[in-house]
């Protein structure tokens, strides 16, 4: 198996522009996340998808942030609109609830917001 | 809802030496507990985990951790590390059955070991 892909490794882009964020899980996982990993705040988890339904949204941090998981192997993070403020390395990480909740994690993107 | 605590920020250590990263959890529920790694630039991988049976755990690249249930801790230990040990450590929990956060998992704030020549 590939593991969790995820697209662009690296983005930058300028304050007030859209970025958007893809993942691909691990097929057979029906369990999605998204994190953002920053050195002040740490890992913080921003949504995750059940079987595509989204479960927990309460990490998003505000209405410029939007996800999507449209089938069982793709989702989007998207910023609309991108401010510095939201440069981070965020992961996208899949799992099955067999097993304890192990998560698998893709290996980020790194946004950066001039 | 589950808590983690990862009782040192930043662990220093010469090479050879051991090693022991801390954590400690609450939860109302039963737990299953992990460690990741995470090397510079790159994702999270899993160290070990427990779900059940034995309390002592045994990873990969010499990792092992015990789960103390009276205690509520799952410490992370190795008897001799590398320079490529360095890395960033992370202990996490989710719980084993039903409530609101079945099927995630609560993160603690990461320790950073750094072996020394």
């Known amino acids: 198996d590939a593991g969790v892909i995820q697209s662009p490794r690296h983005e930058v882009t300028e304050m007030g522009q859209e970025v958007t964020l893809r993942c691909k899980p691990i097929?057979?996982?029906?369990?999605l996340f998204w994190y953002r990993q920053t050195m002040m705040r740490g890992l913080e988890l921003l949504i995750y998808?059940?079987?595509?339904?989204?479960?927990?949204d309460s990490g998003m941090p505000e209405d410029r942030f939007s996800a999507k998981m449209p089938n069982a192997s793709f989702s989007t993070l998207k910023i609309q609109p991108s401010e510095p403020r939201d440069s981070a390395v965020y992961f996208c990480?899949?799992?099955?609830?067999?097993?304890?909740?192990?998560?698998?994690f893709g290996p980020g993107t790194r946004l950066t917001v001039l | 809802a589950q808590s983690v605590t990862q009782l040192d920020s930043q662990v220093p250590v010469f090479e050879e030496a051991p090693v022991e990263l801390r954590c400690n959890y609450s939860?109302?529920?039963?737990?299953?507990l992990f460690w990741y790694v995470q090397y510079p630039n790159q994702g999270l991988q899993l160290l070990l985990k427990?779900?059940?049976?034995?309390?002592l755990v045994k990873g990969i690249n010499g990792f092992e951790a015990e789960f103390n249930k009276s205690q509520t801790s799952f410490h992370l230990r190795k008897p001799s590390v590398h320079i490529s040990d360095t890395a960033e450590y992370f202990c996490?929990?989710?719980?084993?059955?039903?409530?609101?956060?079945?099927?995630?998992?609560?993160f603690g704030q990461g320790t950073i070991l750094t072996v020394h020549p």
């Open positions: 427990y779900l059940s049976g034995s309390t």
């Open positions: 996490a929990v989710s719980a084993d059955a039903g409530g609101t956060s079945y099927g995630k998992l609560t």
């Open positions: 990480a899949s799992s099955v609830l067999a097993g304890g909740n192990e998560q698998f």
């Open positions: 939860s109302s529920v039963s737990v299953y």
């Open positions: 097929s057979g996982h029906d369990y």
């Open positions: 998808f059940n079987n595509n339904v989204p479960i927990d």
